[in-house]
């Protein structure tokens, strides 16, 4: 079994910046396709970054393109999201995901193709 834990969620004004841990244990870290997720109050969980176990390869959101930066430090094995430029509308719980299965290194922003899931932490950004 795999367990994932975020950590680094806080409050911030607009402009500010927060760095996003997600600790893995279980499983082996280094082979897993990581993504990260958030959910707004009454809105659908929407993907935010992913970065694959080959190839470095890397894929975001359109609205964090230029603010977010996904990366993975399989010597710890933990994956972080770096957010830079918050804005309000980036308030939300953000969840990390992994997806243990051997995987070609392609953009997937679908929740129900990643396996494991972390309890989330909480951002949220004033005005």
């Known amino acids: 079994q795999v367990q994932l834990v975020e950590s680094g969620g806080g409050s911030v004004q607009a402009g500010g910046s927060l760095r996003l841990s997600c600790a893995a244990s279980?499983?082996?870290?280094?082979?897993?396709?990581m993504g990260w997720f958030r959910q707004a109050p009454r809105k659908e969980r929407e993907f935010v970054a992913q970065?694959?176990?080959?190839?470095?390869?890397?894929y975001y959101a359109d609205s964090v393109k230029g603010r977010f930066t996904i990366s993975r430090d399989n010597a710890k094995n933990t994956v972080y999201l770096q957010m830079n430029s918050l804005k309000p509308e980036d308030t939300a719980v953000y969840h990390c995901a992994a997806d243990p299965k051997p995987r070609a290194p392609v953009m997937t922003t679908t929740p129900s193709a990643y396996e494991y899931w972390g309890q989330g932490t909480q951002v949220t950004v004033s005005s």
């Open positions: 970065i694959s176990w080959i190839a470095w390869k890397t």
């Open positions: 279980g499983g082996t870290f280094s082979s897993y396709t």
